[in-house]
């Protein structure tokens, strides 16, 4: 069509082509020349949507300051000031057809969760007034939801660190605890592929000087089996006032915060949501066999997703947790770190409190 075309023209130009098959869309752009008028091309549009010859999307693009709303709003037919508005639109019009032609999914009911112990250990922690839990607590929470947790020894003294390191055998990876302590590369914290009790007594002696040049407080020593090879992933959670609970999960490690690669969804999941989030990182060819590579137990992968989501639904409580990383083996996948911090919850007003 040209700058001369009539109100007439546009109408049975949308007609014609909306009686194609091989038309899935139609955008319908006027650009006001001296002669016609946006108003009368606007009802031309808003009369050709009403008689369309099969559903089609319509959508109009009136690059002027009337853009006649009302008119086509009658006619449900959306208007945008630029072509670049109305491509975006249609394209996430599309996507989410797409989403919703998908399979719902099923959210999980898992038989072996243990919820009242982890009920009592969240009550017992805000009764102390404590957020963050120590590393004791956080393993034990997260096994109260069947999450597998590399085995580990908590030690006060890097003597005790060392007879730890022999109590769980072959290599260790040693880990500071101090409170505010929270990136514990950054702050030198952490030792990995120590080889026996006598270098990991020494190790704890030298995170003991590095921890209080930081500024921190050194109170113990997370002495836990070194686990993999494997593929670093996070999995954690943050609680948003409006949402509630939002699952994130993402390519994890010591880059995470360089590399952005995350996906993220609001409980409750389904097993459609775990495995959509997964395929959708750029990350997931990692753990998908790349190059040659052995492939990940993505299928564990997807189920510590789903118990973290109920594990975080189910105790509102837990205001912000973080696993980073998961390491995903080729058979199975295991929480290497964790940390959990804890908020009390304001109850809801009864119901007849909130219809006055």
Same mark, same amino acid.
């Given at each position: ?47 050709? #949507? ?40 249609? #394209? ?67 003597? !005790?660190?060392?007879?730890?390191? #022999? ?178 919850? !304001? ?10």
């Amino acid at each position: 069509m040209i700058a001369s075309a009539t109100p007439e023209q546009y109408a049975r130009a949308i007609t014609t082509l909306a009686a194609s098959d091989a038309v899935d869309a139609i955008v319908a752009i006027f650009i006001p020349p001296l002669v016609t008028r946006v108003a009368e091309v606007a009802r031309a549009i808003a009369a050709a #949507a009403r008689e369309l010859p099969r559903r089609v999307p319509l959508i109009a693009v009136l690059m002027s300051e009337d853009r006649a709303q009302a008119v086509l709003a009658e006619a449900r037919v959306p208007v945008y000031p630029y072509p670049e508005d109305a491509a975006r639109a249609l #394209a996430h019009a599309a996507a989410h057809a797409r989403w919703r032609a998908r399979p719902e999914g099923t959210v999980p009911a898992f038989a072996d969760v243990r919820t009242a112990d982890a009920s009592a250990l969240v009550g017992s922690a805000l009764r102390e007034g404590r957020g963050w839990l120590d590393p004791r607590e956080v393993a034990e929470l997260l096994s109260c939801y069947g999450l597998s947790v590399a085995p580990y020894r908590i030690a006060t003294a890097p003597e !005790t660190a060392g007879v730890a390191a #022999a109590e769980l055998g072959g290599d260790v990876a040693l880990k500071a605890i101090a409170p505010g302590l929270v990136h514990k590369t950054e702050a030198n914290a952490v030792r990995l592929g120590l080889a026996g009790p006598l270098a990991t007594e020494a190790a704890a002696r030298e995170l003991a000087a590095g921890v209080a040049r930081a500024g921190h407080q050194l109170e113990g020593y997370l002495v836990q089996r070194m686990i993999g090879p494997g593929v670093d992933m996070l999995v954690g959670m943050v609680h948003d006032p409006s949402f509630g609970p939002v699952v994130v999960c993402g390519s994890g490690g010591t880059a995470v915060e360089l590399l952005k690669d995350v996906s993220v969804r609001v409980t409750p999941l389904t097993d459609r949501d775990a495995a959509d989030m997964l395929r959708s990182l750029r990350t997931f060819p990692l753990l998908d066999g790349y190059r040659g590579r052995p492939k990940a137990d993505v299928g564990a992968l997807e189920g510590t997703i789903l118990r973290i989501a109920a594990l975080v639904e189910a105790h509102p409580e837990i205001a912000e947790l973080d696993c980073n990383p998961v390491m995903v083996l080729a058979v199975g996948a295991v929480v290497v770190d964790a940390r959990i911090r804890l908020e009390a919850v !304001t109850p809801w007003p009864p119901m007849g409190a909130l219809q006055r």
